[in-house]
Nanobody
Framework: QVQLVESGGGLVQAGDSLRLSCAAS????????MAWFRQPPGKERTRVAR???????INYADSVKGRFTISRDSAERMYLQMNNLEPDDTAVYYC???????????WGQGTQVIVSS
């Protein structure tokens, strides 16, 4: 079992920056990759960024490339640095952990990000 706890959401203005954190605990040695997803109001949840947990391979959704940065530290925390935020970035952001390619078995509770214009 892996437990995930997000923090760092809030209300900001367009152009501002925000950093989300996700603390992983439990059987973290089993994690293959972690990712940030987001779900805007009334829309489906989509993946924003992904990082392979041991190799550090990273990829981003086109909508956030150049503005968002995913990273991790040695203390089993994952981060999402979000710069130049736009109103379309408004969503509930979730961190997720997967034990194998293409799957995410564990999810955090979500943190709300609201970007006002």
């Amino acid at each position: 079992q892996v437990q995930l706890v997000e923090s760092g959401g809030g209300l900001v203005q367009a152009g501002d920056s925000l950093r989300l954190s996700c603390a992983a605990s439990g059987s973290t040695e089993d994690i293959y990759a972690m990712a940030w997803f987001r779900q805007p109001p009334g829309k489906e949840r989509t993946r924003v960024a992904r990082i392979s947990w041991r190799g550090g391979y990273i990829n981003y959704a086109d909508s956030v490339k150049g503005r968002f940065t995913i990273s991790r530290d040695s203390a089993e925390r994952m981060y999402l640095q979000m710069n130049n935020l736009e109103p379309d970035d408004t969503a509930v952001y979730y961190c997720a952990a997967g034990l194998k390619v293409g799957s995410y078995e564990y999810w955090g509770q979500g943190t709300q990000v609201i970007v006002s214009s």
